[in-house]
Nanobody, 115 residues
Framework: VQLVESGGGLAQPGGSLRLSCAAS????????MGWFRQTPGKEREFVAG????????NYSDSVRGRFTISRDNDKNTLYLDMNSLVPEDTAMYYC?????????WGRGTQVTVSS
């Protein structure tokens, strides 16, 4: 299993970023996928999850209404569109195979929200 995140970087408060996760080594279209994040000194926290067919999407209270999780099963790619970013969104973001429970983790991509 390989999960490779990209798209992180520096964004201003109120700005937007799109994270991508390229998946390989398993049948992507058969698994739910998720995004988690972690800041130094804190545990990783759930951000969003999506079912294998995209019918079901779940979000943490802190990002609901601002973030959108989606997937392209033809491209084996998971996305996280992040809008109205706030400094509290600053974290390392991880793509996961499965989200309850998590089966595999990517290495992460850093998102920093600062003016």
């Amino acid at each position: 299993v390989q999960l490779v995140e990209s798209g992180g970087g520096l964004a201003q408060p109120g700005g937007s970023l799109r994270l991508s996760c390229a998946a390989s080594g398993f049948r992507f279209s058969s698994y739910p996928m998720g995004w988690f994040r972690q800041t130094p000194g804190k545990e990783r926290e759930f951000v969003a999850g999506i079912s294998f067919g995209s019918r079901s999407r779940n979000y943490s209270d802190s990002v609901r209404g601002r973030f959108t999780i989606s997937r392209d099963n033809d491209k084996n790619t998971l996305y996280l569109d992040m809008n109205s970013l706030v400094p509290e969104d600053t974290a390392m973001y991880y793509c996961t195979k499965g989200w309850s429970p998590v089966n595999s983790w990517g290495r992460g991509t850093q998102v920093t929200v600062s003016s």
